[in-house]
T-cell receptor
């Protein structure tokens, strides 16, 4: 089966600019997650969707980050405006009914 | 919330030796403990997982043990090979467990030297 797809793979922006990431989960997976992975750390959950509804966004910096999952399939994560500390890899994952999570290749964001 | 601590942060082993990584968790109600392997520049991939109703699980050269009383779980890799070199992450799923939210440890960099 096709895996989780993410784009772009790399993005370099200057601070205060905006950026958006896209994720296409594995077909049929109801649960979708966005993680932030800072170099040398484990993934940190930013937001979790069940179909098109938000289940958990307690660690999402809502003043600058937003995410949506229209129609319960693809999802976008946006940062506006970006800060230097947002430099990280943004991982999208999906799972069937909240069990094993399958990760995408990630988007490496560098904020200058 | 759940807090997962992972040790050691780096582990260097000779090819053929065993490697052990330990994790502790804080929420006694956590019930699912996966281990992910992440090679440099690649996505995390699940290598083994264990649920709270099981004490040990094995898959070829890797095994995971869970001690619910002490709230810790460990990954054991036997007969290590150079391709085992990667960062390994443990995770725990705290309640409510309906939607699979995971809390990850900080990771262990494993280096297998020939």
């Amino acid at each position: 089966e096709a895996g989780v797809a993410q784009s772009p793979r790399y993005k370099i922006i200057e601070k205060r600019q905006s950026v958006a990431f896209w994720c296409n989960p594995i077909s049929g997976h109801a649960t979708l997650y966005w993680y932030q992975q800072i170099l040398g750390q484990g993934p940190k959950l930013l937001i979790q969707f069940q179909n098109n509804g938000v289940v958990d966004d307690s660690q999402l910096p809502k003043d600058r980050f937003s995410a949506e999952r229209l129609k319960g399939v693809d999802s976008t994560l946006k940062i506006q405006p970006a800060k230097l500390e947002d430099s990280a890899v943004y991982l999208c994952a999906s799972s069937p009914r909240g069990n094993e999570q399958f990760f995408g290749p990630g988007t490496r964001l560098t904020v200058l | 919330g759940e807090n997962v601590e992972q040790h050691p942060s780096t582990l260097s082993v000779q090819e053929g030796d065993s490697a052990v990584i330990k994790c502790t968790y804080s929420d006694s109600a956590s019930n699912y403990f996966p281990w992910y392997k992440q090679e440099l520049g690649k996505r995390p991939q699940l290598i083994i997982d264990i649920r709270s109703n099981v004490g040990e699980k094995k898959d070829q050269r890797i095994a995971v043990t869970l001690n619910k009383t002490a709230k810790h779980f460990s990954l054991h890799i036997t007969e290590t090979q150079p391709e085992d070199s990667a960062v390994y992450f443990c995770a725990a799923r705290p309640p409510p467990d309906s939607w699979g939210k995971l809390q990850f440890g900080a990771g262990t960099q494993v280096v297998v030297t020939p």
